[in-house]
């Protein structure tokens, strides 16, 4: 193995424009497999969901679920797509165990959505159009074990299990348009493509795109070309970077790899290359000799798929309001800067803040707790926001028993900690911890007697008009009454007990 | 002009993992020429208003319900393979040494 030292990233792009193509498989969420009846359940037994089709045994005959064609027609809709009058699936043949037919049905050049793009938003706000070649149907390989190696990797594997309740599932394979022009953002470009098609997918409910369980995966392609050329350069082609995070570092590390080789007068390599997380670099997978002799031919044993325009026009009505839309408006209703609403974004909030809103929250309120508290908590659990055990309806009672006065910030931070600790509703949490705010001048008094008894040189100088110094009384009582004072009130009553106006 | 080369056939043995020996590529080669030369006079009887046709039956959208069937049992599925382990396909190594 070679290493080449890296070009860096400034003096990669002094000298070179990189040209990207991001190919995205995404698992469509439905029900059971492409061509049979199999379910698609996570966390199954191996082997436990498979039938003669799947398994590619003789004499069975695969049939095309009418959910996945309907759900890639309107990801082909939302990516502004022309839909085929008439397409074919085809058979690529090749040798490898996660596929057991021996080939995979795919399509090839009769895609069923083609000619399409979609706007992205950086996060400065400037949109940039990424131009869609096409997105077609496929199904998924069965997952390898590989057994015999020292880290469970192919490579001196003595010898590799196969289970194929993953072989069907429904697979849509959205390709890029070579993507231009990007410049010195193009790994950001790269980011924000996939980021943006992962709103996209999941605005659709077509599949829930998690990226980390493999229900979407990204492949980077990436040539260079000096600055002034119009050819495009030799590609490597990096598979499965499977983060957001990820696919911008894989492309800034090949970007300055190939300037690398290219600066020493090398060629690069057409190749398969792989991502390393722990290292953010990539090697060298298999060297493409035989450039992809798959031998398509169309599929003999489905019939074409011909989506009538009336079906295709329903759909399109139906589509859902696109996401970077959703957020622009959001983001002014909400009165947030661009920025903001990434961190917002980035954070998975947006549905949980307008979910928080639709419960009678005010916008301020739900984005404080959500991206304050919450988001903290998530964090310091290494678990999603949604995944925190609160409801954007809890998350809203409590923004209104804020609005009450019945608790104050502090109390309503330790109502939702009861509430994530599984104590129950927001009003059971204050009811069985007793975090009602205190205002009720009988409870409040004595302890204002005694914060002024306790504290006569300041009652001193409040009696002769330094108003200001009761600050030190209402904390004095705050402290007493562990936080749960109003304080509003408490102020109220120093000075009434004092004699002084407020 | 022949359907088919001694080169391509090799290839395509290749890419099928058929091993064929000097004498089967010369064999196989002018066998597949003649059958894709018998196939190839399809095309003198198609006149340009004839598409190709990739299914002889007029038929476009055949789909299923998304509806969940029964699946095999993992030992009915696993009953025809040459070798299981872990309730799973057995394969031999898949990389050789290198």
């Known amino acids: ?502 | 002009m022949p359907g088919i080369t001694r080169e391509e056939v090799a290839h395509l043995a290749r890419l099928a993992r058929l091993e064929l020996k000097d004498e089967e590529l010369d064999h196989f080669a002018g066998q597949l020429d003649d059958i894709i030369g018998a196939v190839a006079r399809v095309s003198d009887v198609a006149d340009e208003d004839v598409p190709p046709t990739s299914h002889p039956l007029p038929l476009t959208n055949v789909m299923r319900p998304d509806e969940v069937r029964p699946s095999l049992t993992p030992e009915q599925a696993l009953s025809g393979a040459p070798a299981q382990e872990q309730q799973r396909f057995k394969v031999p190594q898949i990389l050789g040494e290198e």
Not at chain 1, 440 to 447: E, N, Q
Request: overall charge negative.
């Open chain 1, 1 to 502: 193995m070679t290493v080449t030292e890296l070009v860096s990233y400034e003096d990669a792009l002094a000298s070179y424009d990189p040209v990207m193509g991001l190919e995205v498989h995404v698992e469509l969420g439905t029900r059971t497999k492409m061509f049979c009846g199999c379910s698609t359940a996570l966390g199954a037994e191996p082997n436990t969901q498979t039938c003669p089709v799947c398994l590619g045994l003789p004499g069975s005959l695969p049939v095309v679920n009418a959910t996945a064609v309907e759900s890639t027609i309107r990801i082909g809709l939302a990516l502004n797509c022309e839909i085929a009058e008439w397409c074919r699936f085809a058979r690529k043949n090749y040798f490898y165990p996660d596929m057991p037919k021996n080939f995979q049905i795919s399509q090839y050049d009769e895609p069923i959505a083609f000619n399409g793009y979609l706007d992205v938003q950086l996060e400065d706000g400037e949109v940039f159009r990424v131009e869609i070649e096409r997105a077609h149907m496929e199904e998924d390989t069965g997952k390898s074990t590989h057994i015999g190696g020292a880290t469970g990797r192919i490579h001196g594997a003595s010898h590799s299990l196969l289970d194929y309740n993953r072989a069907g599932i429904p697979l849509v394979e959205i390709v890029t348009k070579p993507i231009v022009g990007a410049g010195e953002r193009a790994p950001e470009v790269a980011r924000a493509y996939v980021a943006e098609l992962r709103e996209l997918i999941r605005a659709l409910g077509v599949s829930e795109a998690r990226m980390e369980m493999g229900q979407m995966r990204c492949d980077v392609n990436l040539s260079l070309r000096p600055h002034g050329t119009e050819t495009f350069g030799t590609r490597s082609e990096t598979k499965n970077v499977n983060s957001l995070r990820s696919v911008e570092r894989a492309t800034r590390f090949e970007i300055q790899r190939h300037a690398a080789v290219l600066d020493a007068g090398g060629k690069i390599v057409q190749e398969t290359r792989h991502f390393h997380e722990d290292t953010g670099s990539t090697t060298s997978g298999r060297v493409k000799e035989e450039a992809e002799d798959y031998r398509y031919f169309p599929e003999p044993d489905l019939v074409p798929v011909a989506p009538s325009r009336e079906w295709v026009e329903k759909l399109r009505a139906e589509l859902p309001e696109l996401p970077r839309v959703r957020r622009n408006r959001l983001r002014e209703q909400w009165g947030i800067s661009q920025h903001e609403m990434q961190s917002v974004l980035n954070a998975g909030a947006i549905d949980l803040i307008v979910a928080t809103i639709d419960a009678g929250a005010p916008a301020d309120q739900a984005r404080k707790w959500w991206m304050g508290e919450l988001a903290r908590r998530a964090n310091e659990q290494g678990t999603e926001l949604s995944a925190l055990p609160i409801t954007p309806a809890q998350v809203a009672r409590v923004c209104a028993l804020v609005a009450e006065g019945s608790l104050n910030d502090k109390l309503a931070r330790q109502t939702i900690e009861g509430v994530l600790a599984g104590e129950g509703e927001p009003d059971e949490v204050v009811e069985k911890r007793g975090l009602k705010v205190v205002s009720d001048t009988g409870a409040l008094s004595k302890a204002v007697d005694e914060a002024i008894a306790a504290n006569e040189a300041i009652a001193e100088k409040i009696r002769g008009g330094k108003v200001q110094a009761a600050g030190a009384l209402v904390g004095a009582v705050m402290k007493a009454t562990r936080g749960q004072a109003d304080a509003a009130r408490v102020r109220e009553l120093i000075l009434e007990k004092l004699g002084v106006q407020g």
